[in-house]
């Protein structure tokens, strides 16, 4: 049963129980309506009541300041953002420059306006992005297939300085961003597979995040998928921030997006773009209508039929922080998070000789915490990972209950998830498990 099982698994990602069986009735018969919530109008005056509520809930836990900020559910999940940050925001890039040359050449001047637009794409175009980890690098190659990757500057590659490996973040000293008028600056907050976070918000983009109305502002993208509402964060700093539910949030098929208003203000004419087409491909800067965040954030996230009932779960989720946290708001859920870390990490550091945290230290993260069962501390540093104990780790683990460790296929190993709905007791008998093994 719920009761006896502890599940780490990296997402789709446990719920807290209450929310569940909270969302269960409402799918069997909402509010003694007769109908369950899957089978009401997404145009209907509950399906808005449910959004408004989303939005109040999310702006009070994070702080979000309404005036400035949009938030906009969506789907596709976090793949999805991934083509929809870079179509949306050149497309902003772009309309900036091409208002610009209307404004200094003149209207009805539209072969100069173009002339002067595609010079400016071909000398000054980029995107940046910081590859930490497995998601970072898959969004930095989706910018290539949209924009041609000689508009994509990998301002870091953290393998590079770790043996071909993610797990450590370089100096910012190294990172090569372009100096400036870059269309957006591009991060992912938790790498959910390498279990690489990053520990605050970088320095280096703090002095410089705007809207990039001026050329000296960079605008932030960032990816929060996997540590959504697990730390206070300053939405200030971003223009973008986004996430699929499946983790912190709710049930997979609904996406959040945190946006800076100003951004939905900009968006080319279609026509532009495909006489633009010989120096940039209109994939770049033309996203599907369901991808368009000015569309999305016009129509109160209703332009097409958006799935209410998962919907619903994030609503109930964010509505029991908010309750349980109360004046704390996310920072109440961060106090949690950082202690149930701390008792994990806490056992695997305590017996290195049997364990090996695969990130560095400094970039540990307190959701996806990665590591390995070695066979006794190797002379030269080079770490074995000794997969027949791993084997019979996740073996035991499983008779206690305890399940969904084993690591990325892509990386291997043990990664236990550590997500808001994981309870301290889970936690604690993670912990409790991992000095018996080491003992054995
Ligand atoms: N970003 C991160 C950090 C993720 O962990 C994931 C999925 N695990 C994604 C993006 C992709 O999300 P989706 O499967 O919702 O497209």
């Not at 990325?408 to 093994?437: C, I, P, T």
Request: charged share 25%.
């Amino acid at each position: 049963s719920r009761s006896e099982i502890a599940y780490f698994g990296a997402g789709p990602a446990p719920l807290p129980t209450a929310a569940i069986e909270q969302s269960a009735q409402a799918f069997v018969n909402f509010q003694d309506t007769g109908l369950s919530l899957a089978e009401i109008s997404h145009r209907s005056p509950t399906a808005n009541k449910i959004l408004s509520d989303a939005k109040d809930a999310l702006a009070t836990l994070y702080d979000i300041p309404t005036d400035e900020y949009d938030v906009l559910f969506m789907q596709a999940g976090g793949t999805g953002e991934f083509s929809a940050t870079v179509q949306n925001l050149v497309g902003y890039w772009i309309e900036k420059r091409r208002r610009k040359a209307i404004a200094e050449l003149g209207e009805g001047k539209d072969a100069e306006v173009l002339d002067r637009v595609k010079r400016e794409v071909e000398a000054e175009l980029k995107v940046d992005y910081l590859v930490t980890g497995s998601w970072s690098l898959k969004a930095s190659q989706e910018a290539s297939r949209l924009l041609g990757a000689k508009y994509v500057n990998v301002a870091v590659d953290a393998r590079k300085s770790n043996n071909g490996k993610f797990g450590k973040i370089p100096d910012e000293k190294e990172w090569k961003l372009t100096p400036k008028g870059s269309a957006f600056t591009y991060y992912c907050d938790n790498e959910t597979v390498d279990g690489v976070e990053f520990p605050g918000f970088p320095k280096s983009l703090e002095s410089t995040t705007g809207a990039g109305e001026d050329d000296d502002e960079r605008i932030v993208v960032a990816d929060m998928s996997s540590n959504f509402l697990s730390r206070k964060i300053d939405v200030r700093k971003f223009g973008v921030i986004f996430g699929g539910a499946q983790k912190n949030l709710g049930i997979t098929g609904i996406t959040v997006v945190i946006i800076r208003k100003s951004l939905l203000s900009l968006v080319p004419p279609p026509t532009f773009l495909h006489a633009l087409s010989p120096v940039l491909p209109t994939s770049g800067a033309l996203p599907p209508i369901i991808f368009s965040f000015s569309t999305i954030a016009s129509n109160n996230s209703l332009y097409n039929t958006l799935p209410i009932f998962n919907l619903y779960v994030a609503t109930v989720v964010l509505q029991m922080l908010v309750s349980t946290f109360g004046q704390k708001k996310v920072s109440g859920q961060e106090e949690v998070a950082d202690r149930k870390a701390a008792l994990i990490y806490g056992a695997l550091d305590a017996h290195p000789d049997t364990y090996h945290v695969v990130p560095d230290k400094s970039v540990r993260s307190r959701m996806n915490i990665c590591f390995r069962i070695i066979s006794g501390t190797p002379s030269d540093g080079q770490v074995v990972a000794d997969e027949a104990k791993e084997k019979a780790f996740l073996a035991g683990a499983e008779k206690r209950g305890l399940l969904g460790l084993k690591g990325h296929r892509s990386v291997g190993g043990m990664r236990a998830s550590n997500y808001n709905a994981v309870l301290l007791e889970s936690a604690q008998k993670l912990a409790d498990y991992l000095v018996e093994f080491a003992k054995s």
